[in-house]
């Protein structure tokens, strides 16, 4: 992976200082509030419910075991002993004093991370693929290209305050895994015809309160322009995007009000202009940055699935793990890895200090030193010989990280909710809590197979609810948690947004609905159709009359609670 | 009154612009080194070219640029308001005056200038500021040096550090 050089240091130890410095002046009064507010955010400094919330970045979901062993540290000397993965790959930490957080980076500084931008309204942590480098379809290793994009990003002076934050997700895979249909940009990267990277380039998409699928502005844009070609877009978006309203700010709203293809020639307009001009990057650059993602010391081994079938048979437990936490890798012999932060009982996403030390060690001892963080809030080993699988399943398994549920129902995605967060509508975790107490049998899951489920806590849909093929939403109704569901989302490249299902449900309601659901695909289902396929050809219709049986029909219950709330639905 | 900075260091200010409410354009222009807003200047450019020796533009974050590009040569000194800090229009505007207009005089920010944004102002072009009311300017001038070696081209620096790196 990407190792720092004196510049890289010089710039965090230099934000470090700016940083203390500013907590400094807050303090005394000489910033205001108001005026801290965006200075903090900008680094990763949220005031939450019960403390402040500190986010690092986890640049393109890369991390090197020093680097876990260091977060671990941070949780247990500055916060409660755990962190919390995001759907970003950042690691959020919820309960460090602000008078802190100067220390938490310093110390972060030295195994060369930070917290730059993964807040405010400015460009945030480029994410992709968490298996890019490894993954058995993949065209080109994005992570080159998106550590050039961190570094572009950093201290922009040009786009430090735009109308509303700016996300960009690259993938330089076959199927799409970094949601990038759902970003302000998303990047597609493949080869031309001389074999040099291109990038189909996609703006406008997210979920939040309006969810809307990007839309392609270029296709086969050479590499060298990458960063002269974002900086046109984000120079018409900065200029014209909306800043009377935060919820018509992002820039999907711009793309719709201007249509793609006006969009289009007003960022090709300003493109002209700074086309070839000393942003273009050099193949020196490139070079130079792509070497720190060669291949790591790989033996050779076998094609096919030799390694695999050396290990014990019969047990069925480490049969279901191998059926869910293992995915194909490029290389013959090797499997990447999924160690699930999934386990009933456990907020999503959450990892204690222990386990971020074992899993350091687990990273060294079986991939190379490095592990990834997956947007839907997992770790993976990526470079696992998988002659060595049972092995690192018994360790993974006594650390409760082996939890076999990836890609299935209880995998779900979800945010911290209104236990930690400000501006959720309703709790999160509890609704996944429950939801995985309801589904504990892994014979049941297993026959369910391939299931999305994701749950947000608000609108701003950090679970990425939209695109899952159950999505359950918080909402607020007069003072009350209710829960709205959605059906047929998707990610990938069909990705799309699920359709409401009907009026929301009390949180106590949650499970009864979604095995409601459960229960019409299993009567519909043909054989070997997945969820999202019964979906498909049968509609939404069976899902309502079944959800909503014992009501009016697509009216909700006329329960006591909901009484005074329901006709506004 | 605010204090100016300029050319990092404390400075003393002539400029005033001409407040947007008032209808100067049927009024007796008043002395001194004006800020004009755009439509004062569009509607008496001649007299006030031939009345001036030393002219001010005075520009919203919503400024055309376009059509003032074949004026810009008139102004000793371009002001761009900043309605609030996290309004960040104006670094555009900075950054195309010079770069696409290639416009030498002096940018200044004005409105609600902070310490915390001088380091990225200086880097898309401004030079001067007029710092909000109530800060500290001899505190700020400290900002400046923030960063040694950012990473981007801009206005301060056309050169990407990718390009300086081993130099």
Redesign the interface.
Same mark, same amino acid.
């Given at each position: 992976m990407y190792r720092y %050089?004196n510049?890289d240091f $010089? =710039?965090v130890r230099?934000?470090v200082a700016?940083f203390r %410095?500013?907590v400094a002046?807050w303090q005394s009064g000489? =910033?205001t509030d108001e005026?801290f507010r965006?200075?903090r955010l900008q680094n990763g400094l949220y005031i939450q419910r019960h403390a402040p919330m500190l986010r690092i970045a986890v640049p393109y979901a890369m991390l090197s075991s020093a680097q876990l062993r260091a977060l671990a540290h941070v949780a247990r000397t500055w916060d409660k002993g755990y962190g919390h993965f995001t759907t970003r790959h950042n690691m959020q930490f919820n309960w460090p004093k602000i008078e802190d957080c100067p220390d938490i980076l310093a110390y972060l500084a030295n195994v060369e991370m930070h917290a730059i931008q993964t807040s405010g309204?400015c460009i945030r942590n480029i994410t992709t693929d968490q298996f890019a480098g490894v993954a058995a379809d993949e065209i080109i290793d994005p992570r080159p290209l998106a550590e050039?994009l961190r570094?572009?990003s950093? #201290?922009?002076?040009? #786009? $430090? #305050?735009?109308p509303r934050k700016f996300k960009i997700a690259i993938s330089g895979t076959r199927e799409d895994r970094a949601l990038t249909w759902f970003h302000d940009v998303g990047l597609h990267l493949n080869l031309d015809a001389e074999g040099e990277p291109s990038f189909r380039v996609i703006v406008g998409g997210g979920l939040g309160r309006t969810p809307i699928r990007g839309e392609v502005v270029r296709e086969n844009l050479p590499w060298q322009h990458i960063?002269t070609y974002l900086e046109a877009i984000l120079?018409v978006y900065?200029?014209q995007g909306r800043?009377d309203n935060l919820y018509k700010a992002r820039i999907k709203i711009l793309v719709q009000a201007l249509g793609v293809d006006e969009f289009s020639r007003q960022v090709e307009a300003e493109w002209a202009?700074l086309k070839d001009?000393? $942003?273009t990057?050099?193949r020196?650059?490139y070079e130079?940055v792509r070497a720190h993602f060669g291949a790591p010391a790989y033996k050779t081994l076998p094609a096919g699935q030799a390694g695999l079938q050396a290990q014990p048979a019969g047990d069925k437990a480490f049969a279901r793990w191998l059926a869910r936490c293992i995915a194909p890798h490029k290389v013959p012999g090797y499997a990447a890895v999924t160690l699930s932060l999934k386990a009933p009982g456990q907020p999503p996403g959450d990892i204690t200090a222990a386990q971020m030390e074992a899993a350091a060690q687990l990273a060294d001892e079986f991939s190379f030193g490095e592990a990834r963080s997956s947007h839907e809030q997992n770790l993976i080993l990526a470079d696992v010989e998988q002659s060595r699988l049972y092995e690192l399943w018994q360790a993974a398994k006594a650390l409760n990280l082996a939890t076999p549920s990836v890609g299935l129902l209880t995998d779900m995605i979800c945010c911290p909710g209104g236990d930690f967060c400000d501006l959720a509508n309703a709790k999160s975790i509890p609704i996944a809590n429950a939801i995985q107490a309801r589904f504990s049998d892994l014979d049941y899951l297993f026959d369910l197979g391939e299931l999305d489920l994701n749950i947000s806590g608000c609108m701003n849909a950090c679970g990425h609810h939209h695109v899952a093929h159950i999505g359950i939403l918080g909402v607020d109704k007069n003072d009350a948690e209710f829960y709205q569901i959605t059906l047929g989302g998707r990610q990938g490249s069909q990705a799309r947004t699920g359709k409401v299902i009907g009026p929301s449900f009390a949180a106590a309601e949650v499970p009864d609905a979604v095995e409601k659901i459960i229960g019409v695909y299993l009567a519909h289902r043909h054989p070997d159709e997945v969820f999202l396929d019964t979906f498909d050809r049968i509609g939404i219709e069976p899902f309502k009359d079944k959800v909503y049986e014992s009501r009016a029909h697509g009216k909700a219950r006329p329960h006591p609670a909901e009484q005074r709330t329901e006709q506004r639905t | 009154m605010s204090t100016l900075i300029k050319n990092r260091a404390i400075a003393a200010d002539t400029w005033q612009p001409i407040a947007a409410a008032e209808d100067l354009h049927n009024q007796p222009l008043p002395e001194g080194d004006l800020l004009f807003p755009p439509a004062l200047w569009q509607a008496r450019k001649n007299e006030i070219i031939s009345r001036y020796k030393r002219i001010g533009l005075w520009l919203e974050p919503d400024a055309d640029l376009a059509e003032l590009a074949d004026d810009l040569h008139y102004f000793m000194v371009i002001a761009i308001h900043f309605p609030r800090f996290a309004d960040g229009r104006g670094y555009s505007l900075a950054r195309l005056l010079r770069e696409r207009h290639h416009y030498e005089g002096e940018i200044r920010a004005v409105g609600d200038v902070l310490h915390d944004q001088l380091f990225l102002m200086q880097r898309v072009g401004f030079d001067a500021w007029a710092l909000k009311e109530g800060k500290d300017a001899e505190k700020a001038l400290n900002a400046f040096a923030t960063f040694k070696a950012p990473y981007q081209s801009a206005v301060d620096e056309p050169l990407p550090l990718f390009r300086r790196r081993n130099a």
């Amino acid at each position: 992976m990407y190792r720092y %050089d004196n510049h890289d240091f $010089a =710039l965090v130890r230099e934000r470090v200082a700016q940083f203390r %410095d500013q907590v400094a002046r807050w303090q005394s009064g000489e =910033l205001t509030d108001e005026e801290f507010r965006p200075l903090r955010l900008q680094n990763g400094l949220y005031i939450q419910r019960h403390a402040p919330m500190l986010r690092i970045a986890v640049p393109y979901a890369m991390l090197s075991s020093a680097q876990l062993r260091a977060l671990a540290h941070v949780a247990r000397t500055w916060d409660k002993g755990y962190g919390h993965f995001t759907t970003r790959h950042n690691m959020q930490f919820n309960w460090p004093k602000i008078e802190d957080c100067p220390d938490i980076l310093a110390y972060l500084a030295n195994v060369e991370m930070h917290a730059i931008q993964t807040s405010g309204n400015c460009i945030r942590n480029i994410t992709t693929d968490q298996f890019a480098g490894v993954a058995a379809d993949e065209i080109i290793d994005p992570r080159p290209l998106a550590e050039i994009l961190r570094q572009w990003s950093t #201290f922009h002076p040009e #786009f $430090a #305050f735009l109308p509303r934050k700016f996300k960009i997700a690259i993938s330089g895979t076959r199927e799409d895994r970094a949601l990038t249909w759902f970003h302000d940009v998303g990047l597609h990267l493949n080869l031309d015809a001389e074999g040099e990277p291109s990038f189909r380039v996609i703006v406008g998409g997210g979920l939040g309160r309006t969810p809307i699928r990007g839309e392609v502005v270029r296709e086969n844009l050479p590499w060298q322009h990458i960063l002269t070609y974002l900086e046109a877009i984000l120079r018409v978006y900065n200029l014209q995007g909306r800043r009377d309203n935060l919820y018509k700010a992002r820039i999907k709203i711009l793309v719709q009000a201007l249509g793609v293809d006006e969009f289009s020639r007003q960022v090709e307009a300003e493109w002209a202009h700074l086309k070839d001009g000393p $942003a273009t990057l050099t193949r020196e650059e490139y070079e130079r940055v792509r070497a720190h993602f060669g291949a790591p010391a790989y033996k050779t081994l076998p094609a096919g699935q030799a390694g695999l079938q050396a290990q014990p048979a019969g047990d069925k437990a480490f049969a279901r793990w191998l059926a869910r936490c293992i995915a194909p890798h490029k290389v013959p012999g090797y499997a990447a890895v999924t160690l699930s932060l999934k386990a009933p009982g456990q907020p999503p996403g959450d990892i204690t200090a222990a386990q971020m030390e074992a899993a350091a060690q687990l990273a060294d001892e079986f991939s190379f030193g490095e592990a990834r963080s997956s947007h839907e809030q997992n770790l993976i080993l990526a470079d696992v010989e998988q002659s060595r699988l049972y092995e690192l399943w018994q360790a993974a398994k006594a650390l409760n990280l082996a939890t076999p549920s990836v890609g299935l129902l209880t995998d779900m995605i979800c945010c911290p909710g209104g236990d930690f967060c400000d501006l959720a509508n309703a709790k999160s975790i509890p609704i996944a809590n429950a939801i995985q107490a309801r589904f504990s049998d892994l014979d049941y899951l297993f026959d369910l197979g391939e299931l999305d489920l994701n749950i947000s806590g608000c609108m701003n849909a950090c679970g990425h609810h939209h695109v899952a093929h159950i999505g359950i939403l918080g909402v607020d109704k007069n003072d009350a948690e209710f829960y709205q569901i959605t059906l047929g989302g998707r990610q990938g490249s069909q990705a799309r947004t699920g359709k409401v299902i009907g009026p929301s449900f009390a949180a106590a309601e949650v499970p009864d609905a979604v095995e409601k659901i459960i229960g019409v695909y299993l009567a519909h289902r043909h054989p070997d159709e997945v969820f999202l396929d019964t979906f498909d050809r049968i509609g939404i219709e069976p899902f309502k009359d079944k959800v909503y049986e014992s009501r009016a029909h697509g009216k909700a219950r006329p329960h006591p609670a909901e009484q005074r709330t329901e006709q506004r639905t | 009154m605010s204090t100016l900075i300029k050319n990092r260091a404390i400075a003393a200010d002539t400029w005033q612009p001409i407040a947007a409410a008032e209808d100067l354009h049927n009024q007796p222009l008043p002395e001194g080194d004006l800020l004009f807003p755009p439509a004062l200047w569009q509607a008496r450019k001649n007299e006030i070219i031939s009345r001036y020796k030393r002219i001010g533009l005075w520009l919203e974050p919503d400024a055309d640029l376009a059509e003032l590009a074949d004026d810009l040569h008139y102004f000793m000194v371009i002001a761009i308001h900043f309605p609030r800090f996290a309004d960040g229009r104006g670094y555009s505007l900075a950054r195309l005056l010079r770069e696409r207009h290639h416009y030498e005089g002096e940018i200044r920010a004005v409105g609600d200038v902070l310490h915390d944004q001088l380091f990225l102002m200086q880097r898309v072009g401004f030079d001067a500021w007029a710092l909000k009311e109530g800060k500290d300017a001899e505190k700020a001038l400290n900002a400046f040096a923030t960063f040694k070696a950012p990473y981007q081209s801009a206005v301060d620096e056309p050169l990407p550090l990718f390009r300086r790196r081993n130099a």
